[in-house]
């Protein structure tokens, strides 16, 4: 009897399934949602997989291979440039031309005439980040008080958001132990576009609650969430994302369950150094 996959081998098994699609449908174009159905990957997490397994996003290594497989044509063949800006999925030359020169800094006639230019390039070492291995906590269902913030995410201006939270605690008299800053986030940059990302900026309450204006009362859902807890500078936390995708997630053997994560962030900004903060990150998992 065979030994059944364990999770990281899975997701390794369903990564390199969409890293053989790609090569093999380079002449075609690549749907977001065609590597999402094969992966079983959600199109919201299939990014941030990728990214962590690949060290780079999805799109940038679907172009990569594809410069890299015209400068094997250009370099052994003898094939037309139109010929082979089709033959890796590019609808003009002109198109194969920038994306090459972007990557290669070269044009492809000039690569094709220049035989001693090196086709390999040295890949950035990935950044180390400050980030616990994780566990698993069962969440109750928490009630806070919420402002919907869209756009992006490094634009919103949450420090004035909570202030009008903690402004709105005092008018309505919330005021108890046990009030946490949070902050829901359903969309991934790498998929949706900055004007368009939505975020929930929220302080979790003890006391019931009425809507006022833009200030809303809701429930985040309770269940199974896998926690870490990332410290340094909060422009940076992205880096703690791609390792929680791209590695501890199949490590210890959990799949997403929800398109949100969560955030709370433990330390006071006011009383803490940038490189010092804690930030506590929520996935909902199966």
């Known amino acids: 009897m065979k030994n059944r996959l364990t999770t990281e081998e899975d997701y390794r098994r ?5 890293i ?7 002449d075609s174009e690549i749907e977001i949602n065609t590597l999402a159905e094969l992966s079983a990957f959600s199109p919201f997490h299939l990014h941030r997989i990728l990214r962590g397994y690949l060290g780079e996003p999805v ?7 594809r410069v890299e497989a015209a400068a094997t044509l250009l370099r052994y063949s003898d094939m037309a440039i139109s010929d082979i800006a089709y033959r890796v999925g590019y609808g003009t030359p002109s198109s194969l031309t920038k994306a090459f020169v972007k ?11 220049t ?3 090196r086709i390999m390039t040295m890949q950035s070492p990935r950044p180390e980040v400050n980030l616990t291995k994780g566990k698993i906590v069962e969440l109750e269902p928490k009630t806070v008080l919420y402002i919907r913030a869209t756009g992006s995410y490094s634009s919103v201006d949450f420090g004035s958001l909570f202030a009008r939270l903690w402004e709105e605690i005092k008018i309505q008299g919330l ?9 829901m986030y359903y969309n991934n940059p790498e998929i949706t576009s900055g004007e368009n990302l939505m975020s929930d900026v929220c302080l979790r309450i003890c006391k019931p609650a009425q809507p006022h204006d833009d200030i809303a009362v809701k429930e985040i859902p309770g269940g199974r969430y896998a926690v870490f807890t990332y410290t ?3 422009h940076k936390v992205g880096l703690a994302y791609d390792k929680i995708y791209g590695e501890l997630l199949a490590k210890n053997g959990l799949e997403p ?25 929520y996935i909902p998992v199966e």
Do not use: W
Not at 14 to 18: I, K, P, T
Not at 103 to 113: A, D, F, G, L, V
């Open 14 to 18: 369903r990564v390199n399934l969409v």
């Open 20 to 26: 053989e699609y790609v090569r093999e449908h380079l």
């Open 59 to 65: 799109g940038s290594f679907i172009v990569r291979t």
């Open 103 to 113: 990557q290669m800094k070269i044009s492809p006639t000039e690569y094709r005439t």
């Open 115 to 117: 035989k001693n230019y």
């Open 175 to 183: 005021y108890t132990a046990g009030i946490e800053h949070i902050g």
């Open 232 to 234: 340094g500078e909060y």
């Open 257 to 281: 369950r929800s398109n949100y994560c969560m955030e709370k962030y433990v330390s006071d900004p006011r009383k803490t150094a940038q490189e010092k903060a804690k930030t506590e990150i």
